[in-house]
């Protein structure tokens, strides 16, 4: 299983939220490169970066972070957050992502979603499924829809998507332990999903369990920069 990390940014900076809250933010560094940086020397290869501005913006802002990232590193990163037009994921490719999440617009426009797959190819696109109650949530988590998460999932398959960040929301940002009896759901009904876990992550042992039960990759951001997790740790877990 892969270890990503995320970053998370507002203004240029890492910050981290609680539960999508932007009112909760904290601020841990002011310079994301660096950070990429401590990431790759622990043997980490993926980074999930999340421009925050652009997801409240509703258009991609943070872009030259991402290009420095991408092109002072050796990680790949999938980049979310605000993504709304051809424009928007034209430019997330040309700045260096190596592949796109998108969340509320694959709920909310999805033609325009499925034509992103089409013209990039699926491997290039991850689906975004944040989760109240098995329930699809929107806009930052700011809106629950009436979507249930096993028909999103189903219905986004047959257009070939097989990586999924699955994020359950009440557990975002709490430190509390991953949603690991909704992970073995998911895996049950999609064994073949590339499934990567988000959201509660606290210690080595949650991620031992996401390991285990055969998610892809989980996703960590609070955890490592709260110490609770070590770069360390991380490189022997690889």
Same mark, same amino acid.
């Given at each position: 299983?892969?270890? =990503?990390?995320? =970053?998370?940014?507002? @203004?240029?900076?890492? #910050?981290?939220?609680?539960?999508?809250?932007?009112?909760t933010k904290k601020e841990y560094?002011?310079?994301?490169? +660096?950070?990429?940086?401590?990431?790759?020397?622990?043997?980490? +290869?993926?980074?999930?970066?999340?421009?925050?501005? %652009?997801?409240?913006?509703?258009?991609? &802002?943070?872009?030259? /972070?991402?290009?420095?990232?991408?092109?002072?590193?050796?990680?790949?990163?999938?980049?979310? @957050?605000?993504?709304?037009?051809?424009?928007?994921?034209?430019?997330? !490719?040309e700045s260096g992502a190596g592949?796109?999440?998108?969340?509320?617009?694959? /709920?909310?426009?999805?033609?325009? !979603?499925?034509?992103? &797959?089409?013209?990039?190819?699926?491997?290039?696109?991850?689906? @975004?499924?944040? #989760? &109240?109650?098995?329930?699809?949530?929107?806009?930052?988590?700011? +809106?629950?829809?009436?979507?249930?998460?096993?028909?999103?999932?189903?219905?986004?398959?047959?257009?070939?998507?097989?990586? #999924? =960040?699955?994020?359950? /929301?009440?557990?975002? @940002?709490?430190?509390? %332990?991953?949603?690991? +009896?909704?992970?073995?759901?998911?895996?049950?009904? !999609?064994?073949?999903?590339?499934?990567?876990?988000?959201?509660?992550?606290?210690?080595?042992?949650?991620?031992?369990?996401?390991?285990?039960?055969?998610?892809?990759?989980?996703?960590? %951001?609070?955890?490592?920069?709260?110490?609770?997790?070590?770069?360390? *740790? =991380? *490189?022997? !877990?690889?």
């Amino acid at each position: 299983m892969k270890i =990503i990390p995320a =970053i998370d940014l507002i @203004g240029g900076k890492c #910050v981290r939220l609680t539960k999508g809250d932007y009112d909760t933010k904290k601020e841990y560094h002011s310079d994301p490169l +660096e950070v990429a940086k401590n990431f790759e020397g622990a043997g980490i +290869e993926r980074l999930h970066l999340v421009d925050l501005d %652009g997801a409240k913006a509703g258009k991609i &802002i943070n872009y030259k /972070v991402l290009e420095r990232i991408a092109s002072k590193t050796g990680l790949k990163i999938d980049f979310g @957050g605000g993504l709304r037009t051809d424009d928007d994921v034209r430019i997330a !490719f040309e700045s260096g992502a190596g592949q796109i999440t998108g969340g509320s617009i694959a /709920v909310k426009n999805r033609p325009l !979603f499925e034509s992103w &797959i089409a013209k990039y190819g699926p491997d290039k696109i991850i689906l @975004g499924a944040d #989760v &109240i109650d098995e329930k699809i949530a929107v806009s930052g988590w700011q +809106e629950t829809s009436s979507l249930d998460l096993y028909e999103f999932l189903e219905s986004y398959w047959e257009t070939g998507l097989r990586e #999924v =960040i699955c994020t359950d /929301v009440s557990k975002d @940002g709490m430190l509390q %332990g991953a949603a690991t +009896e909704l992970y073995k759901k998911m895996m049950e009904r !999609f064994p073949d999903m590339r499934l990567i876990a988000s959201g509660g992550v606290a210690t080595m042992d949650d991620l031992h369990e996401l390991s285990e039960i055969g998610c892809f990759g989980a996703i960590t %951001g609070k955890a490592i920069y709260e110490g609770r997790i070590s770069l360390r *740790e =991380i *490189e022997r !877990f690889h």
